[in-house]
């Protein structure tokens, strides 16, 4: 069970995004995924969660070929993508709501994650009128709402003040009890805060795979290591 990935390759045009990527994550862990811009993060979370289709390779989720089982593999992941692109016209419940029937939920579902997310006092309000903060938690919430064994999340805390991060993250260690995680995001901290292991890519190849600890080795730091391993 969990994730596992198999010789991905992806190019845009000439443009190598990923080289013959290979890792698996087990039930339960909470990776953390670094890269410099450009490393080819996202495409990889976006071919995990069939949002792009990669040129050639494997993703098994749960066991489950995504290429083969695109609908199936989909309902088992949830997903924040980076710059959370959400309807901002629609009241925070109207859209929480709408995803819901989207996946054919109970109604309970959404007052559930709604108060799970510290959603209630805003509930009311349309997303283009909440802070950035509290439009993570919109997305953190339709990406939880279908109660998914995995989560896929892209720089979920991006763009917040430091009140906001500490927040999120709190959000995020609460939800990931439960959850295997991939957490994409340029602030060592929170890989520190949240994650067990790593994994950095750059320029489309993986360059390390291991425990925090072993991650962080001769350095004296996560943004030492980093540095050293993406010159
Ligand atoms: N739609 C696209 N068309 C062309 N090239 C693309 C496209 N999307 C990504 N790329 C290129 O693929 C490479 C990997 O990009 P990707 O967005 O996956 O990196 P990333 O690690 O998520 O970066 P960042 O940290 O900046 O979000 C980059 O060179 C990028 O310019």
Same mark, same amino acid.
């Given at each position: 069970?969990?994730?596992?990935?198999?010789?991905?390759?992806?190019?845009?045009?000439?443009?190598?995004? $990923? =080289?013959? #990527?290979?890792?698996?994550?087990?039930?339960?862990?909470? #990776?953390?995924?670094?890269?410099?811009?450009?490393?080819? +993060?996202?495409?990889?979370? +976006?071919?995990?969660?069939?949002? &792009?289709?990669?040129?050639?390779?494997?993703? $098994?989720?749960?066991?489950?070929?995504?290429?083969? =089982?695109?609908?199936?593999? /989909? %309902?088992?992941?949830?997903? *924040?993508?980076?710059?959370?692109?959400?309807?901002?016209?629609?009241? #925070?419940?109207?859209?929480?709501?709408?995803?819901?029937?989207?996946?054919?939920? /109970?109604?309970?579902?959404?007052?559930?994650?709604? /108060?799970?997310?510290?959603?209630?006092?805003?509930?009311?309000?349309?997303?283009?009128? *909440?802070?950035?903060?509290? %439009?993570?938690?919109?997305?953190?919430?339709?990406?939880?709402?279908?109660?998914?064994?995995?989560?896929?999340?892209?720089?979920?805390?991006?763009?917040?003040?430091? =009140?906001?991060?500490? !927040?999120?993250?709190?959000? &995020?260690? !609460?939800?990931?009890?439960?959850?295997? &995680?991939?957490?994409?995001?340029?602030?060592?901290?929170?890989?520190?805060?949240?994650?067990?292991? #790593?994994?950095?890519? =750059?320029?489309?190849?993986?360059?390390?795979?291991?425990?925090?600890? !072993?991650?962080?080795?001769?350095?004296?730091? *996560?943004?030492?290591?980093?540095?050293?391993?993406?010159?």
């Amino acid at each position: 069970m969990g994730i596992i990935i198999k010789d991905l390759t992806k190019k845009y045009g000439d443009q190598l995004a $990923l =080289n013959k #990527v290979s890792f698996s994550i087990d039930q339960g862990e909470v #990776v953390g995924l670094l890269g410099p811009n450009g490393a080819g +993060k996202s495409t990889l979370m +976006k071919s995990i969660t069939n949002a &792009i289709n990669p040129d050639s390779g494997e993703i $098994l989720v749960n066991n489950s070929s995504v290429r083969e =089982n695109p609908i199936e593999t /989909k %309902k088992q992941i949830g997903f *924040l993508q980076e710059n959370n692109p959400l309807y901002m016209e629609m009241f #925070v419940k109207e859209y929480l709501q709408f995803v819901m029937n989207i996946h054919g939920l /109970k109604k309970e579902r959404v007052e559930e994650v709604i /108060k799970m997310v510290g959603l209630t006092p805003e509930r009311h309000k349309k997303i283009h009128q *909440l802070s950035k903060g509290y %439009k993570q938690r919109v997305g953190l919430a339709q990406s939880i709402l279908s109660n998914p064994e995995i989560l896929i999340l892209d720089e979920p805390t991006n763009g917040l003040d430091p =009140n906001q991060i500490l !927040e999120i993250r709190d959000l &995020i260690r !609460e939800i990931s009890k439960d959850k295997t &995680i991939i957490l994409s995001t340029h602030i060592m901290q929170e890989v520190e805060a949240l994650c067990s292991r #790593v994994i950095l890519l =750059n320029k489309g190849e993986i360059v390390a795979d291991q425990p925090i600890e !072993e991650f962080k080795g001769q350095y004296k730091s *996560l943004e030492e290591a980093f540095q050293a391993l993406t010159k």
